[in-house]
C-alpha cells in the first residue's frame, strides 16, 4: 500500500532563517507530487506541483521554492522565512489515472514564524 | 478567487441528523471531489464525483452534482459525533495535471 511521510510535524523558526520541509512517497512510482498552505485551518492553498523529477511549477509567486530530486521525494524550502509564512503545509500525491486525480494527504507540518 | 465555495461555513447539528453542504464552482471541471479534514490533520478522500455524473454513493455519504448550476452537495445521513470535522469540495478542471482548486470547507460538529 502507499503511504506519504512528512517531517518534521511541527516546526518554530525565527524570521529571517532558513527552512526545509520534506515529502516522501512510498509504493508507488511517478506520482504527481503537491505542495499546499493552509491558513487558520480553512481552504488550501496550492503552492507548488510536479509531474516528474526535477519539473516544478508554481502556482502563487512567493518567497517560498520547492524541489523534486527523486521521483518519490518532494521538498518546500525558503532562503530567508517571513512571518507570514506561518501556516500548516500539507503534500500530497495522485495518481493520474483516468483523470480522477484523487490526491493522498500527508499528516502536514505546523509551521510557526517568530 | 477560490472555485469551490461552500455553504455553510459552519454547521451545527445532534447525531442522527442529516448534514448538507454545498459547493459552487465556476469553471468546466473534470470532476469534483469531497475531502474532511479532522483538526489539524491532513485531507482524507471521501468521494469523487465525474462531470458526467449526477449522484454518487458511499456509505452514508450521498454526492449530487448538477454541471448546469455549476453546484454540488453532500449529504451525510444518521451523523455521528465522530463525523466533526472541516470538509471540504476541490474542483479539477480538464487541462490541469490534476490540480485540485479548494473552497473554504465546512465546519460540521455533530453533537452527541
Known amino acids: 500500500s502507499q503511504t506519504i511521510h512528512q517531517w518534521p510535524a511541527t516546526l518554530v523558526q525565527p524570521v529571517g532563517s532558513p527552512l526545509s520541509l520534506e515529502c516522501t512517497v512510498e509504493g508507488t512510482s511517478n506520482p504527481n507530487l503537491y505542495w499546499y498552505r493552509q491558513a487558520a485551518g480553512r481552504g488550501l492553498q496550492l503552492l507548488f506541483y510536479s509531474v516528474g523529477i526535477g519539473q516544478i511549477s508554481s502556482e502563487v509567486p512567493q518567497n517560498l521554492s520547492a524541489s523534486r530530486p527523486q521521483d518519490r521525494q518532494f521538498i518546500l524550502s525558503s532562503k530567508k522565512l517571513l512571518l507570514s509564512d506561518s501556516g500548516f503545509y500539507l503534500c500530497?500525491?495522485?495518481?493520474?489515472?483516468?483523470?480522477?486525480?484523487?490526491?493522498?494527504f500527508g499528516p502536514g507540518t505546523r509551521l510557526t514564524v517568530t | 478567487s477560490q472555485q469551490g465555495e461552500e455553504d455553510p461555513q459552519a454547521l451545527s447539528i445532534q447525531e442522527g441528523e442529516n448534514a448538507t453542504m454545498n459547493c459552487s464552482y465556476k469553471?468546466?471541471?473534470?470532476?469534483l471531489q469531497w475531502y474532511r479534514q479532522n483538526s489539524g490533520r491532513g485531507l482524507v478522500h471521501l468521494i469523487l464525483i465525474r462531470s458526467n455524473e449526477r449522484e454518487k454513493h458511499s456509505g452514508r455519504l450521498r454526492v449530487t452534482l448538477d454541471t448546469s448550476k455549476k453546484s454540488s452537495s453532500l449529504l451525510i445521513t444518521a451523523s455521528r459525533a465522530a463525523d466533526t470535522a472541516s470538509y471540504f469540495c476541490?474542483?479539477?478542471?480538464?487541462?490541469?495535471?490534476?490540480?485540485?482548486?479548494f473552497g473554504q470547507g465546512t465546519i460540521l460538529t455533530v453533537h452527541p
Open positions: 500530497a500525491w495522485s495518481v493520474p489515472r483516468h483523470l480522477s486525480y484523487e490526491q493522498y
Open positions: 469553471t468546466s471541471i473534470n470532476n
Open positions: 476541490a474542483t479539477v478542471v480538464r487541462t490541469s495535471y490534476g490540480k485540485l482548486t
